[in-house]
């Protein structure tokens, strides 16, 4: 045979190929799918429009707010005492204001009738009425994002004992633990009190997350071992996360445009493993496990398609996105640790080897 002569793909090489694309493209269909899908979301939020909530709410300032420093101004003898020192300690400690305790009271009231007669519930300043605790808004998404984080928290060491230093992705996969943990802490924060500023932590921590996991799977896959080459890289990703923080923070906080670039890049991210697992699929036992990862994350993400009031006024869809991801997190860990057990006894991306294939 001559050596510009190919060999003749056989018949079970042809079939494997052809299932291999379509599982490609069954992947880039359900992902395109599933993204389309959670960036058409949106946040109606028509109970704060309502004349019976607007009645209550001012009426509750009146009577319990505006009283209160009516009656300080009244008095010249007595201190002056905030109307918000009249409400439970949780509750101060967590700056709930007075006007904040009305609208929530009211909310309640509301959605109480309306489930007694029957009516559907709304939402309320972008927000479903969920049962505080603490003074924390969402209970059941702040308990599910610490758990997130902690799972960060126990891959660290992990990741540490099991990574040998002279592996070149072992700071990148570090860097994910601190991103992640860094992520869930914030997310837990706005959870816990939605304000302006905790609603930017979390969504710019998210959103940087999701531009590190492309970072450095783009350095996984295609081996980038160059220390220059992967600054390069990091450059390209940060100047449009940057760019992308910019537009949200000066411009215009636009919810629709930050879930379709932040879906995006995603479902680059999610493809990217996908592709790498059917190109190492015979070669790697364990190659399979991206591809699975990945479906479930992007399935557990469209939950909030669902979009339903909360049952007992505690779980919604998005908290259930967030109690999905916990147990995702370990089994990432899982494959990375499994794919650089593979990648460091055959010497691939060891640093002073010379087997960089």
Known sequence: MSAHTRPTPTKDTRSSSRRATRTFVAAITLTIALVACCASLTSASSGDRQGEYISCVNTCNTESCQSSNDNNNNSNKEPFTPPEHNLDLSLRLTKWTCIDNCRYLCMHSITENAIQQNQ??????????????????????????????YMHVLAWPRLKGAIPENYYMRPFYLGYAIVGVNTWLWSAVYHSRDWPSTEKLDYFSAGTAIMYGLFYT?????????????????????????????????????YGYNMAATATIGGIHNLLWIGW???NWRERPYAWEPTVSAILITSAMCLEILDFAPLWGILDAHSLWHAATIVLVPIWYRFLLKDTEWEVRNIKGVLGSSHRD
């Open 277 to 279: 697992s059917i190109t």
């Open 120 to 149: 559907p519930v709304h939402q309320y300043h972008g927000k479903w009425p969920f049962h505080r605790l603490l003074g924390m808004q969402e209970p059941a998404s702040v308990l599910f994002s610490f758990l997130n984080g």
């Open 218 to 254: 783009v350095i996984r896959i295609t081996r980038m071992v160059n220390i220059r080459a992967q600054m390069v890289w990091g450059i390209v990703c940060l100047i449009p996360l940057l760019l992308h923080i910019g537009y949200l923070s000066f411009v215009h906080f636009d």
